[in-house]
T-cell receptor, first 108, second 114 residues
Framework: RKEVEQDPGPFNVPEGATVAFNCTYS??????FFWYRQDCRKEPKLLMS???SGNEDGRFTAQLNRASQYISLLIRDSKLSDSATYLC?????????FGTGTSLTVIP | DAGVTQSPTHLIKTRGQHVTLRCSPI?????VSWYQQVLGQGPQFIFQ???????GRGNFPDRFSARQFPNYSSELNVNALLLGDSALYLC?????????????FGPGTRLTVT
């Protein structure tokens, strides 16, 4: 069983749409959680950390459900520049586990 | 401040050869981690070093080794290259080596093994 599982998509949405990505993790001892964004042939860039109480950064909202071992990312008012692959990341001990990523394309 | 730097950016090797990849962390960061990313997959953890000591190792064969220098830069070495080692090798730096912390990635080294 994979440590982190994500729906690979692709998600194709029109500009201005709201889109949600989900992720599950298998290790109940996981300590910290993140969403990274990766553009084609570039390195992953930290989008936001995910806190137990949920957190928001502009158009982006992240939620964590420890009981269900589930993480989500909501993007509101999608922009063309949001097109990328979104990676769910879980930290357990000294290791970071990445999901395979969810591909998003925002269409004009 | 400069971000994480990696060299070289691209590399082509043949099977059986050896390769050394280099990484310099963000100034002030003491932890470096290495990842392998093959096309269509998320990065896979290879090693973490903190204060020049290995703190974590992923599920990779002994052909993979690494070290961290007193200035916190790091090298990843891969011996006896296989075609399957072709990937983007990413280095990530962080200020601490345990507990919740954020990692910042370099641009990667794209290795092609022929």
């Amino acid at each position: 069983r994979k440590e982190v599982e994500q729906d690979p998509g692709p998600f194709n949405v029109p500009e201005g749409a709201t889109v949600a990505f989900n992720c599950t993790y298998s290790n109940s001892a996981s300590q910290s959680f993140f969403w990274y964004r990766q553009d084609c042939r570039k390195e992953p860039k930290l989008l936001m950390s995910v806190y137990s109480s949920g957190n928001e950064d502009g158009r982006f909202t992240a939620q964590l459900n420890r009981a269900s071992q589930y993480i989500s990312l909501l993007i509101r008012d999608s922009k063309l520049s949001d097109s990328a692959t979104y990676l769910c990341v879980v930290n357990a001990g000294n290791q970071f586990y990445f999901g395979t990523g969810t591909s998003l394309t925002v269409i004009p | 401040d400069a971000g994480v730097t990696q060299s070289p950016t691209h590399l082509i090797k043949t099977r059986g050869q050896h390769v050394t990849l280099r990484c310099s962390p963000i100034s002030g960061h003491k932890s470096v981690s290495w990842y392998q990313q093959v096309l269509g997959q998320g990065p896979q953890f290879i090693f973490q070093y903190y204060e020049k000591e290995e703190r974590g190792r992923g599920n990779f064969p002994d052909r993979f080794s690494a070290r961290q220098f007193p200035n916190y830069s790091s090298e990843l070495n891969v011996n006896a290259l296989l075609l399957g080692d072709s990937a983007l090798y990413l280095c990530a730096s962080s200020s601490v080596g345990q507990g919740p912390y954020e990692q910042y990635f370099g641009p990667g080294t794209r290795l092609t093994v022929t």
